[in-house]
């Protein structure tokens, strides 16, 4: 199975400041890499797909990049509404799909 | 549009065997390219990948969880449904079905595939 890392595991930020959450995998996934923002009690919601393109709807403060190994989410200038749980998920041509661990972002 | 909704037990004893089923609408599980995940989240931890079942009947699992796992669907009904046999208290969580999108890149030769929607999900507890 290709395992996900996430660093860091959780953060605390203030509203407008730019946060990076890195994902790692285990072997190379090319661009199969997608993001998800999960809020207490409601089912994830992606964010991003194919390592850097924006789901629709999406505000554009998040982006994507990465390619192979290691990747990375950004928010631009963080908001109220950004403090949740972000996941990466792998969905290469193989299975079983994974997802990493989650990194919380918290309000400083 | 696409809803997704998970119905199913809330309460479930050790060696039970769990049955959800995800009603949707908006697409049919007939159409090719279609297909529909499961994945589940115990409280407070990760979300975890169990399955896929394809619009050809294609279904995958995820291995640790393999010869547990049944997925099919009922096209006529729009409903997939998870069979999950002798469940026990790790296996309390809350169970998501979720709509697999398929979008080609620019180039239209690399396939990336996500989950665009999720249903609200249910929470299961296994418990004597």
């Known amino acids: 199975d290709i395992q996900l890392t996430q660093s860091p595991s959780s953060l605390s930020a203030s509203v407008g400041d730019r946060v990076t959450i890195t994902c790692r995998a285990s072997q190379s996934i090319e661009k199969y890499l997608n993001w998800y923002q999960q809020k207490p009690g409601r089912a994830p919601n992606v964010l991003i797909y194919a390592a850097s393109t924006l789901q629709g709807g999406v505000p554009s403060r998040f982006s994507g990049s990465g390619s192979g190994t290691e990747f990375n989410l950004t928010i631009s200038s963080l908001q109220s509404a950004d403090f949740a749980t972000y996941y990466c998920q792998q969905s290469y041509n193989m299975f079983p799909w994974t997802f990493g661990q989650g990194t919380k972002v918290e309000i400083k | 549009q696409i809803t997704l909704k998970e119905s199913g037990p809330t309460l479930l004893k050790p060696t039970q065997t769990l049955t959800l089923t995800c009603d949707f609408s908006?697409?049919?599980?007939?159409?090719?390219?279609?297909?529909m995940g499961w994945v589940r989240q115990p409280p407070g931890k990760a979300l975890e990948w169990l399955a896929l079942?394809?619009?050809?009947?294609?279904?995958r699992y995820s291995p640790s969880l393999r010869t547990r796992l049944t997925v099919t669907k009922d096209t006529a009904k729009n409903q997939v449904v998870l069979t999950m046999t002798n469940m026990g208290p790790v296996d309390t969580a809350t169970y998501y079905c979720?709509?697999?999108?398929?979008?080609?890149?620019?180039?239209?030769?690399?396939?990336?595939?996500?989950?665009?929607?999720w249903g609200p999900g249910t929470l299961v507890a296994v418990s004597s």
């Open positions: 979720a709509h697999r999108r398929g979008h080609y890149d620019s180039s239209g030769f690399y396939f990336y595939s996500f989950f665009d929607l």
């Open positions: 908006g697409f049919s599980l007939s159409t090719r390219g279609e297909g």
């Open positions: 079942i394809f619009w050809d009947d294609d279904t």
